[in-house]
């Protein structure tokens, strides 16, 4: 019994791991499944389900400074587009996700994620109209991270240059990665930044900066490789991380290397 228990968790191990060290993150959480939608607590809880490395989702600040869970700029509701920084808390509440779901705050998202055993939580934090409606988005989130004990358990990122600096100066411990694809990772370094996460059509560019990265003990994530050709020529590449919004399509793909 105890001998089948430990090929059990072996077997296990070997499905939730790959051997290249390569780790799988779901954009915007494992949404392409029954019952969940992009960045609904759903999706992140399906996430953790399937054994993957993260789970990422974007963050705005309303307009009266409730940090809330959405991809775009805007939210459509009746039928009216609202611009998530500046509309108040009470409005954005009224916006329901495709699962049915009301939209999300960072806080239920974060005591949701309290309950996750197995994904790290990658927050993207949206580029503001201000750098001071930033600070504060950064400043709450990492006080809400700090709140829960779960500082192990999060990551960064942002297209925001001044974002990935904010971040590094309130947690000089947390792993802090850039979007924008500019950047050389020579540069990064000297912010301090734990590495970059980047589109891969930057990394088909410039496939010279993941070893780059590596040699200054930077890692590479990069976004969002959802095509057997694009994850086969990045899994080649030697990447960390691949973002996708096909996690089991990845984990498959990896499995065959
Ligand atoms: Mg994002």
């Not at 039928?79 to 509440?93: H, I, M, Y």
């Not at 694009?230 to 065959?256: A, G, H, M, N, Y």
Request: aromatic residues 8%; neutral net charge.
């Amino acid at each position: 019994m105890r001998q089948s228990l430990f090929l059990l968790s072996f077997i296990l191990l070997l499905v939730s791991t790959n051997l290249a060290g390569q780790e799988i993150i779901a954009h915007r959480g494992y949404w392409k499944t029954g019952g969940s939608a992009q960045n609904s607590i759903a999706a992140l809880v399906k996430a953790d389900s399937i054994g993957i490395f993260g789970s990422e989702v974007d963050v705005w600040l309303s307009s009266d400074g409730i940090p809330v869970i959405n991809h775009d700029a805007d939210v459509t509701l009746n039928g009216e587009k609202l611009v998530v920084q500046d509309t108040p808390f009470a409005t954005l509440r009224k916006v329901t996700l495709a699962n049915g779901e009301i939209l999300p705050t960072m806080e239920e998202y974060l005591d949701a994620f309290t309950q996750c055993k197995n994904v790290k939580l990658i927050i993207e934090f949206k580029v503001h109209k201000s750098k001071e409606r930033e600070d504060m988005l950064a400043e709450k989130v990492i006080n809400m991270v700090r709140q829960r004990n779960l500082q192990e358990k999060v990551e960064y990122i942002s297209f925001g240059i001044h974002f990935a600096q904010q971040i590094r100066n309130i947690d000089p411990q947390a792993p802090v990665y850039y979007l924008s694809g500019d950047l050389s990772p020579q540069v990064l370094a000297t912010m301090g930044l734990s590495g970059f996460d980047y589109h891969y059509n930057v990394l088909y560019k410039r496939p010279e900066w993941i070893k780059k990265a590596h040699e200054r003990g930077q890692k590479v994530n990069v976004w969002t490789v959802n095509k057997p050709d694009d994850i086969q020529k990045i899994i080649d590449l030697k990447v960390d991380f691949i973002t996708t919004d096909e996690p089991l399509l990845v984990r498959q793909i990896l499995q065959k290397q």
